[in-house]
């Protein structure tokens, strides 16, 4: 049986930590096997070669997470909402959410981004780990959802 919390505690922690630039506490959160992608739904947004990544192995998705974290602004805030378990097999589980992500512009906090995250969390000594994480930010424009192409 998998501890939810502690699933959930750790996506949620390895935003914070990206958002802080925490750099050293990256390195145990993670599969040495991990796959991570970013991207946007449309695959064309003015800063889709900076969005976009598909980094495979800790030391390839740390080297890339880095370089983004510090071209990035700060503060930047990544809140992890509506977090749930959508499978459990073995030593992982599978997450989804939403994220909103916002930073300060005149001295208010604004929106920059919001989108999908679905990951999975492997248990490895005891704990988990990272071994996926995919990021899909939201560019399209709304529509409604019976003319959405799925």
């Given at each position: 049986m998998h501890d939810r919390f502690a699933v959930h505690e750790l996506l949620h922690r390895w935003w914070f930590v990206y958002d802080e630039g925490e750099f050293e506490a990256w390195?145990?959160?993670?599969?040495?096997?991990?796959?991570?992608?970013?991207?946007?739904?449309?695959?064309?947004?003015?800063?889709?070669?900076?969005?976009?990544?598909?980094?495979?192995?800790?030391?390839?998705?740390?080297?890339?997470?880095?370089?983004?974290?510090?071209?990035?602004?700060?503060?930047?805030?990544?809140?992890?909402?509506?977090?749930?378990v959508v499978d459990e097999s073995g030593e992982e589980v599978r997450l989804a959410s939403y994220i909103d992500v916002t930073s300060v512009v005149d001295r208010v906090p604004a929106a920059v981004a919001s989108g999908i995250v679905r990951a999975v969390a492997r248990r490895e000594d005891g704990r988990y780990r990272l071994a996926e994480v995919h990021v899909v930010l939201d560019t399209m424009p709304a529509v409604p959802f019976a003319e959405v192409k799925r």
């Open positions: 390195e145990d959160m993670f599969t040495e096997d991990v796959w991570f992608t970013s991207r946007t739904d449309t695959g064309n947004h003015p800063h889709e070669a900076f969005i976009a990544s598909d980094s495979r192995g800790k030391a390839d998705v740390l080297a890339w997470q880095r370089e983004h974290r510090l071209a990035s602004p700060y503060p930047l805030r990544h809140n992890g909402t509506n977090v749930h």
